[in-house]
């Protein structure tokens, strides 16, 4: 059995999900908390594209995106958070 973990997402927030498949592989799922009233129509044009690229990016260069994530911890200027 899968165990839950909830996330909050608070006004204006993005998320990209990776799920593990049972049997192999992965999905990518992307959730959003638009809210108009803090957000532009800008704001939430780039947060879509910004999203769905990471999540095209992943599901059709994957070597590049893991070369990217090895790079990543080497970059002491660049602060990702992983929760």
């Not at 899968?2 to 992965?26: P, T, W």
């Not at 800008?42 to 893991?66: N, P, Q």
């Amino acid at each position: 059995m899968q165990r839950e973990e909830n996330i909050k997402l608070h006004a204006g927030d993005s998320a990209v999900i990776v799920r593990h498949e049972e049997g192999g592989g992965f999905r990518v799922e992307i959730y959003h908390h638009m809210d108009k009233t803090l957000l532009t129509q800008e704001d939430i044009a780039f947060y879509a594209m910004l999203t769905r690229g990471m999540a095209y990016h992943v599901t059709t260069d994957l070597a590049s995106v893991l070369d990217y994530g090895k790079k990543s911890f080497e970059d002491t200027k660049n602060d990702v958070k992983v929760h």
